[in-house]
């Protein structure tokens, strides 16, 4: 297609503030995902489309070595109370040397950057770059599962997230899962506690287990230690003249990239299970088979119709400080504010997860992080992105592409 438009840092300056003032919360990135593919159009892509869950994909064709995806998400966080925002969450507004507003930074900034980028480099590159930016990123990543699953998705050689990393190469962070354990009883009323088995008396004995096993968590070199801690403990029935037949306690549990559903529950089936033997021995029948274990989940809808059971799990990723991918990739951008010459980018991961525990985690595909931005402003109602680290970014993702396009080549 004719390029209607060139690509250009104003250009992608301009387009993100029209992305600022489109809210797009999860199962509602409906009208964002028609700028985003129109702004692909205009910029002359080979294809732009979006797939069955509205995640929007656009392909700017290069030469027959690696493809390399570049990543952002479509939906945002909730901007809260306007009135404590000192520019308005929906104004694109541009003052102080700064685009302001929700998902300036994370992550409408970085993806109007990375759309500009990939038209910008047009016959410059060694392979295809596609754009696929999903949706749902903040509930778990059910966009980005979809775009990359083993049947039919995508298979990109190399992928760029533009989560915020202020100019360094971030290489894989810790994931997340949410695990419920829950206790059966048999319910009664409140004055013949004889006639009932109270299921909240199961809930010491499980809180046990978990200390225990928030005690016997690892630890990663790069991404530090797991956690597990438990967040919550439900009753039901929930009125408080009845004795409840159901307790549910929930751990949320910051995962290493090793970690897999199974052993996550098999691991809290063996902490808990000594102190549900205890109880038996102390006259409660059948503790052990009374409690269950599973990952919570939750039912998403995207805003094509489709619906979902999903685990709530955010698998999470590493990269070897040493792949070839991330020593290029830290060569090509080189030291904030600079022009690739004065050495390379600080390696190091995220403390936040990323889609990236899809696209490496799961799918085993080499992936990076680069966007300009910082961390400290995410989610929060000073949202807001520095245009001179943004222009330093978009001309470093000039270099970075091709570089990591080049390096994932020479690894196959
Ligand atoms: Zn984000």
Redesign the pocket.
Known sequence: MRAKKSASFDGAVAFAQDLIRIPSLPGEERELTRRVIGEMDALGYDEAHTDELGNAIGIVRGGDGATAMLS??LDMVAEGDHGEWEYPPFGGVIAEGCLHGRGAM??KGPLALQVHVAAALRGRTPGDIIVAHPVY??RGGWGMDHLTRVDGGLRPDVVIIG?STHGDIAIGHRGRCEVEIVGYGLAGHASAPDRARNALDLAPAILAGVKDLSAAQETDDVLGRASVVATGVDAVPASLNVIPDRVTVTLDWRILPVDTEENLLARVRDAVAPYLERLEADGWPGARESVEVRVATERQRAYTGVEEERSILSPGFLMEPDHPVVLAAARAVGKPGGDGSGGAATVRPWTFA?DGGWTCGVRGIPTIGFAPGEERF?HTNTERLDLDEARWGYERYLELVPAVQSAADRRD
């Open positions: 952002a998400h994370d992550i990123e903040e989560e990323t995410a």
